[in-house]
């Protein structure tokens, strides 16, 4: 029995130094894996960091051509808006012009009325005959002018609208 007692001893020490050992080559083993667990985390915050700053830019290109073509489309809304602002003004501008002509004629009119009428029946009554005569023709032209002040109230002035709704924007 001591023979037997004696080999367990050896045994045991045998077989704790089998299981030392694997427990040291496990524990290698767990320190590589912990080095590629680190190594797999350095290479995914710098791939993430890297997408970041990929993303980043491309996004600041993207504000940078959005705001260029947005600001090529403002200065083409504006130069639509100066058009269109020239072509409804133009028909005021022409309907002032007469009516400026017709108040400067009314004038003249009422001036030369003013000296006829001075001069009294007889010796002028030339004067009065011609006042009477153009003041009657002025009368005649006074049916074109009654339409001016309609075409200047009526007249209708287009708007654009700028503003999109988010659908049509893609938002």
Known sequence: MRGAMELEPELLLQEARENVEAAQSYRRELGHRL?????????IKESASQ???????HFNDLKGTLGKL????????LQ????????TIKPLDD?????EHGVNTAEDLVREGEIA???GVGEENEKLWSFTKKASHIQ??????AMLPRLASNSWVQVLHP?????VLGL
């Open 95 to 99: 309907c002032q012009k007469l009516i």
């Open 70 to 77: 947005l600001d090529e489309r403002l200065v083409t809304l």
């Open 80 to 87: 639509e808006v100066d058009t269109i602002e020239q072509e």
């Open 35 to 43: 080095e590629g667990l680190r190594e797999a985390r350095r290479q």
């Open 117 to 119: 009428m001075r001069g």
């Open 163 to 167: 503003l999109w709704p988010p659908k």
């Open 140 to 145: 005649l032209d006074r049916w074109s002018f």
């Open 51 to 57: 997408t970041r700053d990929v993303l980043k830019q």
